[in-house]
């Protein structure tokens, strides 16, 4: 399974205008590169609430996930490397994110379709938010994501702002465990190899220059 916004599609209308302050951070916000360098490295899949009934049940068997973003600026997109453990089962995929600057949205294509999400970097640079839907009042939701597995009250609290604008109760909210996480052995099995194959190619460069 991909990540969890990936299954249904964010519009791309703007926001509406007059909303309450708590919602500002839900406001669109051009993709710059200090925003991709911001969002490269490792992230961990912390909590999601949706309106859509079908989603969230979808999203009840995902107990973990971490993953990899490595984002190219030149072509605007996002190699996406990602560990999820679903019904204690490590499942690992690797996909291109295409990045669309102005709106401040990235999207993936799946099934034929383009799956699209805005991309909301919070206060605290540590966590970014993916929102969907927006503009539906039956389907809007939000994850929210750390560069840590766990998280504060403070660090969650643009989060729950945002819920509470989008009227979705916070009980609503799912949170993962990463105590539960399967898939750790996996990852330190892909690091190993991916240095082997670094070091061979260092030699074969070594080999051509000598």
Avoid at 183 to 188: D, G, I, R, V
Wanted: proline share 4%; glycine share 2%; charged share 35%.
């Amino acid at each position: 399974m991909a990540l969890p916004w990936v299954l249904t599609v964010l519009s791309l209308l703007p926001l509406l205008e007059a909303q309450i302050p708590v919602c500002a951070n839900l406001r669109p916000v051009p993709i710059t590169n200090a925003t991709l360098d911001q969002i490269s490295g490792k992230w961990f899949y912390i909590a999601s609430a949706f309106k859509n009934e079908e989603f969230k049940k979808l999203l009840q068997e995902i107990q973990a996930t971490f993953f990899y973003f490595t984002p190219n600026k030149t072509e605007d997109t996002i190699f996406l490397r990602e560990y999820q453990t679903n019904r204690n089962e490590c499942i690992y995929n690797s996909s291109y994110l295409s990045v669309q600057r102005e709106n401040g949205t990235i999207s993936k294509f799946e099934e034929g379709r383009e799956h699209v999400a805005r991309l909301l970097i919070l206060r605290d640079t540590r966590t970014f938010m993916l929102a969907l839907d927006l503009d539906d009042e039956k389907k809007s939701g939000l994850s929210v994501y750390a560069d840590k597995p766990e998280t504060t009250k403070e660090q969650l609290g643009e989060f729950y702002e945002a819920l509470d604008c989008l009227n979705i109760p916070r009980s609503e909210v799912l949170y993962t465990d990463s105590k539960k996480d399967l898939c750790e052995p996996l990852e330190k099995q892909h690091e190993k190899e991916r240095k082997e194959e670094e070091e061979k190619k260092r030699k074969e460069e070594e080999e051509k220059e000598s």
